[in-house]
């Protein structure tokens, strides 16, 4: 069964620094979205991306975050100059339609640690 | 805006026992459910979901879950629990309005052999 694949499964980094997180979303899905969970709180919301354009985001996703689709098949989140409280588990999702009626497939997240 | 409560952060359940997983919601409009469980290091995998229909709705591993529109729920239930049913459990809603998920805070189940 296919599924959504995510590099690292742990990155530590300090405060400051830039982290590209990757995503291999399952081959034939269109819609891709990244959540974050912070440790001990809910699965949030940060962006969804259709035809290499931003589709919504919410308001954690400041001007911090970017994301991108570099070629056919990743799709990275990006965190420019990270902060201790961007310590998360960070969850890439995809699915094969964005109506809502459709289920996302979610990754095994990378679990980020800024220091 | 739409949200969603797990009343309950831990189930206890001896194996063979029926199990349920409290869900409830607040929504605009007509609400898109949907139930799912993680495993330690994996990510959230899908069990079911509700759109419209039956109020009962039959998703993986024998899991099933009752829409209840008065009561603004949305159960998850088995009638014979599994020590590998173990996990933490997501209950998720999108309203008509939002394409995203709003998850519960989520339900840690624990299948006592």
């Known amino acids: 069964e296919p599924e959504v694949t995510q590099t690292p499964s742990h990155q530590v980094t300090q405060m400051g620094q830039e982290v590209i997180l990757r995503c291999v979303p399952i081959?034939?899905?269109?819609?891709f979205y990244w959540y974050r969970q912070i440790l001990g709180q809910k699965v949030e919301f940060l962006v969804s991306?259709?035809?290499?354009?931003?589709?919504?985001k919410s308001e954690i996703f400041d001007d911090q975050f970017s994301v991108e689709r570099p070629d056919g098949s990743n799709f990275t989140l990006k965190i420019r100059s990270t902060k201790l409280e961007d310590s998360a588990m960070y969850f890439c999702a995809s699915s094969i339609q964005g109506a809502r009626s459709y289920e996302q497939y979610f990754g095994p997240g990378t679990r980020l640690t800024v220091t | 805006a739409q949200s969603v409560a797990q009343p309950e952060d831990q189930v206890n359940v001896a194996e063979g026992n029926p199990l349920t997983v409290k869900c409830t919601y607040s929504v605009s409009g007509n609400p898109y459910l949907f139930w799912y469980v993680q495993y330690p290091n994996r990510g959230l995998q899908f069990l079911l979901k509700?759109?419209?229909?039956?109020?009962l709705v039959k998703g993986s591993y024998g899991f099933e879950a009752e829409f209840n529109k008065s009561q603004t729920s949305f159960h998850l239930k088995k009638p014979s629990a599994l020590v590998s049913d173990s996990a933490l459990y997501f209950c998720?809603?999108?309203?008509?309005?939002?394409?995203?998920?709003?998850f519960g805070p989520g339900t840690r189940l624990s299948v006592l052999p």
């Open positions: 081959s034939n899905h269109l819609y």
């Open positions: 509700y759109i419209t229909g039956d109020n």
């Open positions: 998720a809603v999108r309203d008509e309005d939002g394409q995203n998920f709003v």
């Open positions: 991306f259709y035809n290499n354009e931003i589709s919504e």
